[in-house]
Structure formats: structure tokens, C-alpha cells
């Protein structure tokens, strides 16, 4: 049985997470010592206490998460347990890279900070927003797109599954575009509570500025092969990880694809490596029979030892 790991995104965070993992095991306690140190203040305080207004700023939250995916990827390679293939919901691209042996922890630390605070400065507060679309009828979301942009930009975010896919841009326009969806059908349309609108081509200033930083890292060929947000499709180099992280910042989550793609490679069983469980969640909706667990605290390890066997 062919196994992924899964790396979870922004919006997973919650204050309090990685502390059982830290306390339980010294694979995942070291991990928060070297983030401590890499980055030159006290993520794991944020972490582990909170608060959860400074945990939700987006330069410390991507940080956050990444060192709780890794820190729970390093609990279960101790104990032998190896992934087939990785992915990563956006900002968990990293966390993949990271568990592939491409990127280095720190750097990737490093790295996710910066995005965050590129992306904060890349729209004013207030200019972009984000939207849920749940359950809206199949061939109705270019049309909606269309119709809402006004001369705004507007485009899908993340396609994270059949029933739910994430809108951003200007806000006048996803303020249309979430009238527009429930007057088509969808069963309901939301505005997200995020401080910047993601993957939309208001974050091209922000892909810019990354693209410095990137460029100064090492990528090392990848261990274990990856599925990008970019295209879903499997790559292998640094090169090809590099490019990928860079493609991201203003282009969609191809997430629902990213699955599909694994399942034809013979992927039958997934773990979510990291906070929350909002993967596992978008994979019954892709695919009821799939296999999917969750590992971000140290009681679930018990279920994992359970869904690896």
C-alpha cells in the first residue's frame, strides 16, 4: 500500500499546538530549538501558549506551521515510518520539501517568514479578500468570475475539492462574486477571516520578492517525490522545487487535482503531518475511499501505528 504525507496550510494554526508533541517526544522537541534558534526569537512559545492574535499574523504563522509538520514528520521517521510520496497545501509545500531532504529546516524557516510578511505588504488592509464557495453547482464559477470583476482581479485560489473551492482578489469583487454564488445554487458562500487575498495575481509584488530569496537557497534533489500546487504534477529536482514555490504565490491549489494524481500513482493511504485536520477532511470529500489519518498530537500516534500497518 502506497502511502503520502500530507502537509497542512494557513488556517490549520491553534494556539497550543506542538506542545504534546515537544513534551512527548526529543525528535520534536529538538525541531522547536533549532526553529528557536534559526529564526531568533521564541516560535515555540508562540506555539505552545499562544496568543492566538500574534500566532494569527501571517510572517508568524506560516513559520509556525511548518515547524509543528516538521516536528511531528521527524516523531514518526523515528520510529520508521516513510512516506511513498509528499505534498503540501500551499505554505505545506514547504514542510514537503523539507520531509523530501530538498530544503533545509532552517532556511525553509526562514523562507515562510519572509513570504508571510511579503504577502501582508503585497495588499492593504482591506483591498483583497477571500471567499468559500461550498457546493456550488458544477460549470457556474467562470461565469460568476467573470461577472463579479468589474475591472477587479478575482480568480480561484485554492480548488481544494468538488464542493469547495476558495475565491480571491479585490473585495469589492469577491463581495459580488459571494451574491452571485448563492443566487446560482451554492449551498453557502463565505468570507474567510485572512489578512491578505492568497494566490491571486495581487500577490505578483509579493512572488517577486521571494524570488530573491529563493534563489539564495540551496534545493537538493528530492528524496521522496512531490506533487506540487503548481501544476500537480510529480517533480523530482531542486530546480523544480524552486520554480514551484515561486509559481505558487499567485497561481491557484490545485489540491483536488494534486489527490487525483497521487491515486493514479497507486496512493491508496494518506497522512496529514501537522496541525489540525482539515486535509483529512477535503480527502473524503475528493475520494470517500480513500485512507486518511492525522498526525499533530501525540495521542494520535496510536491511529497512525493502526492506519500504517
Not at 470583476?149 to 480561484?156: K, L, N, P, R, T
Not at 509559481?247 to 496541525?275: C, D, M, Y
Request: contains cysteine; glycine residues 10%.
Amino acid at each position: 500500500m502506497k502511502t503520502t504525507f500530507l502537509f497542512p496550510g494557513q488556517g490549520s494554526q491553534y494556539a497550543g499546538m506542538g506542545k504534546s508533541l515537544a513534551d512527548g517526544f526529543p525528535p520534536a522537541r529538538k525541531v522547536f530549538e533549532e526553529a528557536d534558534a534559526a529564526l531568533g526569537f521564541s516560535l515555540s512559545t508562540l506555539c505552545f501558549e499562544g496568543p492566538a492574535e500574534t500566532l494569527q499574523l501571517t510572517e508568524n504563522t506560516q513559520p509556525a506551521l511548518l515547524a509543528v509538520s516538521v516536528a511531528a514528520f521527524r516523531v514518526l521517521s523515528d520510529r520508521g515510518l516513510k512516506p511513498d510520496f509528499v505534498a503540501g497545501h500551499s505554505l505545506g509545500e514547504y514542510s514537503a520539501l523539507v520531509a523530501a531532504g530538498s530544503l533545509d529546516f532552517a532556511a525553509a524557516l526562514r523562507l515562510v517568514r519572509k513570504r508571510g510578511q511579503y504577502m501582508q505588504a503585497a495588499v492593504p488592509a482591506g483591498v483583497g479578500a477571500m471567499a468559500a464557495l461550498l457546493k456550488l453547482p458544477e460549470g457556474k464559477l467562470d461565469s460568476i468570475l467573470a461577472d463579479a470583476a468589474q475591472g477587479e482581479v478575482i480568480s480561484a485560489a485554492n480548488l481544494n475539492s468538488p464542493d469547495q473551492i476558495v475565491i480571491a482578489g479585490h473585495a469589492g469583487a469577491i463581495g459580488r462574486a459571494i451574491e452571485l454564488a448563492k443566487a446560482a445554487g451554492a449551498k453557502r458562500a463565505i468570507l474567510l477571516p485572512v489578512s491578505a487575498p492568497f494566490h491571486c495575481s495581487l500577490m505578483t509584488p509579493a512572488q517577486e520578492r521571494l524570488a530573491v530569496d529563493l534563489n539564495a537557497v540551496e534545493f537538493r534533489e528530492l528524496a521522496t517525490p512531490l506533487v506540487n500546487n503548481w501544476r500537480a504534477r510529480l517533480i523530482h529536482t531542486g530546480v523544480e522545487a524552486r520554480e514551484g514555490l515561486y509559481q505558487q504565490v499567485p497561481n491557484p491549489v490545485r489540491w483536488s487535482e494534486s489527490i487525483h494524481k497521487l491515486t493514479s500513482e497507486g496512493v491508496t493511504r494518506f497522512i496529514e503531518v501537522g496541525a489540525g485536520g482539515v486535509l483529512t477532511g477535503l480527502l473524503r470529500n475528493i475520494n470517500p475511499k480513500l485512507q486518511g489519518a492525522k498526525f499533530g498530537e501525540a495521542q494520535d500516534l496510536e491511529k497512525i501505528n493502526v492506519a500504517m500497518v
